[in-house]
């Protein structure tokens, strides 16, 4: 991660808080390549929930996660004026080359910078967002919030094998 300085010249962390779900979680600010307006999203036939489709951006197609499910945190919500929508940018390992994926929240609050004595170590339990998708704690006017691993959090490998299994439980019932 990229460290900034904060207001005393001391190393710091810059990051954005979001909403989701009702829940703040902080993202680095250097995996955030755009913060866009929410826009409407066209659903794709037989995806899995957590996608809830796909935007174009500036002549691309690119998929859209809707962030409270993928955390675990909040089934599919109404998206409203003051969502946004996350640009990360991903490298596929399959195409070798740079893969956009959209996140979708319920807010943007704001950008901080955190001084490095206020990122803690994730405790063992009692965080309620899978451990794999939080890097660290981080303390912002005296709440801890979780900081999330964007790399885990939209691995698109691990999107699309999910979907892959939804899809083959579907048509097991199917051809039951």
């Not at 490998?157 to 439980?169: A, D, E, S, W, Y």
Request: proline share 4%; with cysteine.
């Amino acid at each position: 991660m990229n460290e900034a300085l904060d207001i005393e010249g001391s190393p710091a962390l810059e990051v954005l808080l979001v909403e989701v779900a009702s829940e703040v979680v902080a993202i680095p600010i250097d995996m955030v390549n755009e913060v866009i307006e929410y826009a409407k999203i066209t659903q794709v036939p037989m995806c899995d929930k957590e996608v809830c489709g796909v935007i174009n951006v500036r002549g691309s197609v690119v998929p859209v996660v809707d962030a409270g499910i993928r955390l675990g945190i909040g089934s599919q919500q109404k998206y409203d004026k003051y969502s946004c929508i996350i640009l990360y940018e991903s490298i596929s390992d399959k195409l070798q080359e740079s893969v956009m994926i959209g996140l979708v929240v319920s807010r943007v609050r704001s950008i901080k910078s955190i001084s490095l004595d206020r990122v803690f170590e994730k405790p063992a339990f009692g965080v309620h967002i899978p451990s794999q998708y939080v890097a660290d704690m981080v303390e912002v006017d005296q709440d801890t919030i979780p900081l999330l691993v964007m790399s885990e959090l939209l691995n698109g490998k691990q999107i699309n094998q999910r979907m892959l299994k939804n899809q083959q439980v579907m048509l097991s019932h199917w051809e039951s």
